[in-house]
């Protein structure tokens, strides 16, 4: 049996914009291929993929935009290991968390990571854009990771959760220690999926949680859009190629007039 109640969580309650760009906006059905029955990008992954801390600090919100950079550059022959003293500066940057004295370290919102992410960029990498994804719709979170490497989500985590090989819903269904959120939230990047259920990222390893986890405890997932990953488009460089299916273009041109 697993034990990971000593481990840190960090994700604060979802803090919903209603400028939120949606993923579903940007699909476009006719043109977009079904999603693979499997996919598993954590295989090209070279070396361990680290903590980045968060076995004793509140950063998963940041280690999981580490552990995304990690698996967009692996394919690549220069793959990006974030230092945990980048993702601490990143936590800190944005939570206000002093690494001297471990003040202030009381998590994150996921959107004010990926604003910074955005804008700032962690360990050296910014992100083009990210679109809210609805966790309800399975069909559109298989896209998200197939398209664009990956999505980052937040979990409300059940207590059961600490000593489980693989997240799933406990017998007893979510009430007492299944109840969402009795442990706390969390931060992870999901980068596969099948049948059974999907692949994460969390202290430092691969983790299988079911479909039925998802749907009793995700509470707020975004496909995040990078360079890192896209293909460069060979007339412009600095633009990414769209994929099949997603209007790219459409969902830049809003993002632009969203935050000017």
Not at 35 to 45: E, G, I
Not at 70 to 86: F, I, L, R, S
Not at 103 to 128: C, F, M, P, Q
Request: proline share 9%; net charge negative; charged share 15%.
């Amino acid at each position: 049996m697993v034990d990971h109640s000593p481990m840190k969580l960090g994700k604060q309650e979802p803090r919903h914009d209603p400028r939120t760009l949606q993923f579903a906006t940007y699909l476009q059905p006719k043109e977009l291929p079904p999603p693979p029955a499997s996919v598993d990008y954590t295989k090209a992954v070279k070396g361990p993929w680290g903590m980045m801390r968060n076995d004793s600090v509140g950063d998963c919100t940041c280690a999981a935009a580490g552990h995304l950079i990690m698996e967009w550059t692996a394919d690549t022959d220069h793959q990006v290991d974030p230092t945990d003293t980048q993702i601490i500066e990143a936590y800190s940057a944005i939570t206000g968390y002093d690494p001297k004295t471990g003040s202030n370290d009381n998590g994150a919102v996921e959107t004010d990571v990926l604003n910074y992410w955005r804008k700032t960029g962690v360990g050296g990498h910014t992100i083009l854009a990210y679109a809210a994804l609805e966790p309800g719709n399975t069909q559109h979170v298989q896209d998200a990771i197939d398209l664009f490497g990956g999505a980052y989500i937040g979990v409300a985590l059940p207590i059961s959760a600490q000593t489980q090989q693989v997240w799933s819903v406990p017998p007893g269904g979510p009430t007492g220690d299944g109840k969402p959120g009795s442990w706390g939230g969390h931060a992870v990047p999901v980068m596969g999926y099948d049948s059974h259920g999907l692949t994460v990222i969390t202290w430092g390893a691969t983790k299988t949680m079911t479909w039925q986890f998802w749907a009793a405890y995700c509470d707020e997932a975004y496909a995040v859009l990078s360079m890192d990953f896209l293909k460069p488009d060979p007339k412009n460089p600095k633009d990414p190629v769209a994929p099949s299916g997603f209007d790219l273009a459409a969902l830049q041109a809003d993002l632009a007039a969203v935050v000017g």
